[in-house]
């Protein structure tokens, strides 16, 4: 079986039984994968000072940031909201790292209070406000400045950060300004300098250009008597979806790795979609079929509010049925309910379809139960974790009225 017909890591009688007890559409992820993409990027950076810190964007459910907490994960958040979830998962605050341009003082207060490892800081602007709320709370805040090293990732432009045109972190250029700035705030402790230059990379030039770009900063700091501890190259490995061929994990950490020699360096990184993306699918029933003159549709229960990447990025995901029929296969595109003509989760796809076959929407694990939304009043999806074989409820299906619960009729 090719890899694109394939429903690994899962089964079909599994996939079934889930979609019979908790119905369709519904979020399905591997145990196994999940702690073995995380043990493959830990193997890689066996003796290298390191800690990883998962990117809770990419799938923030209680029941994966437990598993990874227990592997002995960090954790990368962009908000208050991500930083409690840690800490209700059972992780250790001490091991979080804080990014986003747009940190408020709530989440800060909060974070100062709950001892994370370091801000990752974006702007001039952040550092006073840190160092602000650290003051008021008699406490010292750890920083690290986000560099913008200008390396273009190669990769969709909404998903590609590292760019001078970016509102991601501070200009390679002013950072040296910046951490003079940073060493002079009472209220600060400079712990390392952090980059993030995108998502879904597939070539490892890129990483390397932006680890060049930022090591020569570290010397740069060196020569003015400012050492860091850590160096935090971010995210950002891509996955394979249909046809790309990613770096492996070990070809990238050696390249990194090779560059880190002899420095003395932590190095952090923030793995986000390469952990998650391959450990899940999103199940979904065919509601109808719908032949056209131009073109054939079908009508499955998952849609856009599900599973935004198609229509925010053109992202492609394998379209698989859990049965597959013997018939000969037809091209469909793949829509769902929603009320937009972007609303499709496959274009073009060859499949021999029933309405009531189960189809498996592959590559989910990562941006899609995390980037849902009740658009049309849809209760988001129920979460599935296959443990040992075995499917447990991780996250039970929104009901319609806690849709509008927070809602008020004005008299
Ligand atoms: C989104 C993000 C990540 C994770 O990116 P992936 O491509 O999922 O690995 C890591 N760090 C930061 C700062 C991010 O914004």
């Given at each position: ?68 907490a ?36 709530d ?137 790309e ?12 790795r ?57 992202a ?14 037809q ?23 029933a ?9 989910a ?47």
């Open positions: 079986m090719s890899f694109a017909t394939s429903l690994l890591p899962f089964d079909a009688d599994t996939l079934t039984l889930i979609a019979d007890r908790w119905d369709t559409p519904c979020y399905v992820y591997d145990a196994r994968t999940l702690t073995d993409n995380y043990l493959r990027f830990e193997q890689a950076l066996t003796n290298q000072p390191h800690q990883l810190c998962y990117a809770v964007k990419a799938n923030p459910s209680l029941a994966i940031l437990q598993l990874f227990r592997l002995g994960a960090g954790f990368d958040v962009v908000s208050g909201g991500e930083l409690q979830r840690v800490v209700a998962a059972g992780g250790d605050p001490n091991k979080v790292v804080f990014s986003g341009v747009g940190k408020q003082t989440e800060i207060a909060l974070a100062l209070s709950l001892g994370i490892h370091c801000f990752n800081v974006e702007s001039e602007s952040e550092l006073y406000r840190i160092n602000r709320i650290a003051g008021e709370q008699g406490q010292h805040a750890p920083v690290s400045l986000r560099v913008n090293p200008d390396v273009d990732a190669k990769t969709h432009p909404y998903i590609s950060t590292g760019l001078k045109s970016n509102k991601f972190g501070v200009a390679h250029d002013d950072a040296l300004r910046l951490y003079q700035l940073a060493a002079s705030l009472p209220h600060l402790v400079l712990r390392g300098i952090d980059c993030h230059i995108g998502s879904q990379l597939t070539e490892i030039a890129p990483f390397v250009d932006a680890l060049d770009r930022v090591l020569s900063l570290v010397d740069a700091l060196a020569e003015y008597g400012i050492v860091l501890q850590h160096i935090d190259l971010g995210g950002g490995l891509g996955i394979r979806y249909h046809d061929t990613p770096p492996h994990v070990e070809a990238y950490i050696a390249a990194l090779e560059r880190l020699a002899g420095r003395g360096l932590t190095l952090l990184l923030e793995p986000g979609r390469a952990l998650v993306g391959n450990a899940g699918v999103l199940l979904t029933r065919v509601e109808y079929l719908k032949p056209g003159a131009e073109k054939q549709f079908a009508v499955v229960d998952a849609a856009m509010n599900d599973l935004m990447r198609p229509a925010l990025y053109g492609y995901h394998d379209i698989v049925a859990v049965h597959p029929r013997d018939e000969a296969p091209q469909w595109e793949i829509v769902g309910p929603v009320c937009e003509t972007g609303d499709f989760l496959g274009h073009d796809r060859a499949l021999a379809l309405e009531g076959d189960l189809l498996a929407i592959k590559s694990g990562a941006y899609g139960m995390s980037m849902s939304s009740q658009y049309n009043t849809r209760p988001r999806a129920a979460e599935v974790l296959v443990l040992a074989g075995q499917p447990v409820l991780i996250r039970q299906r929104e009901s319609i009225a806690s849709l509008f619960e927070n809602e008020r009729l004005p008299d």
